[in-house]
């Protein structure tokens, strides 16, 4: 059993929320436009980062991190990138990724809006954190925990990290 936590959006900013919410987490996943690679360092110092970089992260970052990454954790197959859309309106290329991919989770980032919505079609639950910094349009800051135990996806908390 392992609990990630995950966000998206930060933009250079960093908030030691960042900190509660992700003490206990065993990986967190950001979901690109990082910004600063102190954010990353920051998040390394509370558990093992997985990263992807976003459209607007810089060279230091693209050198870092993949546009998107498959991987598995706890049985779990996940998707990540930045730029994905979400189900019914996925991105250029996203739909054909996740049908070769067939993953269980899709995350991305991006639209600095939170959703969490099954795709029933592709049997996979897609989760946009929304944006954990205060650069965008959005209202409130948002971050996502959920546990990942033998193939399951479970205890998705929606976190609330206050006004932009």
């Known amino acids: 059993m392992k609990r990630i936590g995950i966000l998206s959006d930060t933009h250079s900013f960093w ?3 960042y900190v509660q919410y992700f003490t206990g987490c065993d990986e967190i996943w950001h979901a690109g436009d990082i910004g600063a690679e102190d954010v ?3 998040l390394e110092d509370i558990a093992p980062v997985r990263a992807v970089y976003g459209n607007c992260d810089g060279g230091m970052m693209r050198r870092r991190f993949k546009e998107q990454e498959c991987f598995e954790v706890e049985g779990v197959k996940v998707f ?6 979400y189900p019914g309106k996925y991105a250029p290329g996203i739909k054909t990724s996740l049908m070769r991919e067939k993953p269980q989770l899709m995350v991305c980032g991006h639209s600095h809006i939170l959703k969490v919505i099954p795709d029933r079609l592709l ?5 946009n954190p929304g944006a954990a910094g205060k650069q965008g349009w959005q209202v409130v800051r948002t971050l996502v925990v959920i546990t990942l135990d ?5 205890d998705c908390e929606v976190i609330e990290l206050g006004n932009r």
Do not use: E, F, S, V
Not at 150 to 154: C, D, E, M, R
């Open 15 to 17: 908030d030691d929320k």
């Open 40 to 42: 990353i360092n920051r």
């Open 80 to 85: 990540m990138t930045h730029i994905g859309g």
């Open 123 to 127: 049997d996979l639950l897609h989760i």
């Open 150 to 154: 033998a193939g399951t996806i479970k």
